[in-house]
Every structure is written in structure tokens, then in C-alpha cells.
């Protein structure tokens, strides 16, 4: 099955609703980096409202199994549907909402990860339809300003307390408490890496994370390589790899943005929680 077929034939059908004012594709399919497990993300942008008629009409056009079907909230209405065996999930916005948003994240650097993946999305998509409305958008999100950047690395450089547990964590085989430490860690990771190579984040939870990395010009050498095996290499070895990564990070941060000032993050990130010594 042609995706990108699929997702133009489809949003032919929602430009046929008046209140639809463009389509855009987005996910992997617009970042072509779809596989075998692969759905179809369309952000459809409405003038007006869209009522449920206007919502499921196109679904029954092309014989669609609804999935899951959301009210409105949080500025969106989505669906879920499964047509010639694709998944496709839907989010319908109203265009001013999505220019409000990109003018949160563009003009006032709002960090939220939700508003950077509307971003993310109109950065990296495919226009379907509505050409005009989504170049106005295009061109808002085109040049990702530097003091976002800023923002996010200053929102994930503390790792909090809990990262000076891991050798106690490591010495009591506490996995459970250490993968989630890790994981949080990496989050961190994440967030200042999107932040010095001034990308949207795409996704909240980081996913396509090695593509990701792959795509950075500013990270720590065979990045894309350390970040995911640190979850499949011996724990040990995986939190030696997490330190060596954080070193490097902060060695960057320090060289491309002087302004911010690591001396008290650095001394957090090296305390370990204190072994007690026996008599």
C-alpha cells in the first residue's frame, strides 16, 4: 500500500468539506521514515468548528472502522479509523488555533512539548491540500528561534536528586527504580540535545529516537548509537555510558551557549549519594 497515495486521496475527500481549509500529512510517512508499522497521520485544518457529520462523513466515504472517536479537548478533535487495512489517525484543528500555538512557541518560546509537536508537524509535513494556508504556517515555523533553544536546554539540564541514587540503585539491583531513573535521564538528554540543535521536538515521549539523533550535528560522538543500547547493555555499563554522555552535553552547552551557567549543575550531577562506610 502507497501511504502517501492513500493520505492524498483522502484529504481530496475532506477538501470537499467547505469548512476544511488544508491538510496536511504528518509522522513518518512525511518524514519518510515510515515501515511496515506505519499509520497515516492527516492534520486537518478547519475555518469553522467541524461538527460530527463533518468528522465522520469522510470516514464513511472509504468504508472506515472507527477506532476511537474524542470530543473536543485541548484544542482538538480526533478520531481513529482503520480503512484498506491502514491505520489513519486523524487531528483536526482550527487554523487559528495552530497559528496561536506556533506564535506561543515561535514569539514567546513556550517549551511545552505538545505545542513543539504541532511545530514539529507543520516543519516536517507534507501539504496535501490548502497550499496557501499551510505555506502561512510553513513560513511561521521556518527559522526556530535560538532563545527556544536556550529555554529548552535550561528546562532539562537539573536531572533531579534521584540520579545521585544510581550506584546504590546499581549495588541493591533496584531495576525497577534505576530503568526509571534512566529513562528520565535520557528525557533530559533528549530535551537539551533538541535544544542545541534547535529541532521541534516531534514527539513527547522522544519516538524515532535514533533517526532523531542521527539527523543532530550537535551530539556527542556515535550518539545514535550510546542513547539506545544503554537500555540493553549491562546496567553498569549502561549508567558509564549515561555519565561519559553527560559530560560531553555539558562540555557543548558550555561551548555554544557561555551565557548559562553549569557550575552548580555540574556539582549536582557528580554527588553520589554517600556509601557508609563499616567499622
Known sequence: MDLLRLATDLSEIYMQNDKVEGVLLGGSVARNWQDDYSDIELFVFWKESPNDEDRKSPIKDVNGRIIVYYPYEEEEWSETYITQGIKLEISNFLTNTIHR??????????????????????????????????????????????????????????????WSNREALLAREDWLMLYKVITSVQSN??????????LYV?????????????????????????????????????????????????????????????????????????????D
Open 101 to 162: 500555538i506556533l506564535d506561543e512557541v515561535i514569539l514567546y518560546y513556550d517549551t511545552d512539548l505538545d505545542k513543539q509537536c504541532l511545530a514539529a508537524t507543520v516543519y516536517d509535513g507534507v501539504s496535501l491540500a490548502g497550499e496557501d494556508i499551510i505555506d502561512q504556517l510553513k513560513k511561521k515555523a521556518e527559522v526556530y528561534p535560538e532563545e527556544l533553544g536556550e529555554a529548552m536546554i535550561r528546562e532539562n539540564l537539573d536531572l533531579g536528586s534521584r
Open 189 to 198: 538528554i533528549m530535551g537539551m540535545l533538541f535544544g542545541l540543535n534547535r
Open 202 to 278: 516531534h514527539h513527547p515521549a522522544f519516538k524515532w529516537q535514533k533517526r532523531t539523533l542521527e539527523r543532530m550535528k550537535i551530539a556527542p560522538k556515535n550518539i545514535s548509537r550510546i542513547l539506545p543500547s544503554v537500555f540493553i547493555a549491562p546496567p553498569e555499563e549502561s549508567i558509564r555510558e549515561l555519565e561519559g554522555v553527560l559530560q560531553e552535553i555539558y562540555g557543548l552547552i558550555q561551548r555554544t551557549h557561555p551565557e548559562i551557567d553549569l557550575t552548580s549543575v555540574m556539582e549536582r550531577i557528580r554527588f553520589l549519594r554517600p556509601q557508609r562506610q563499616g
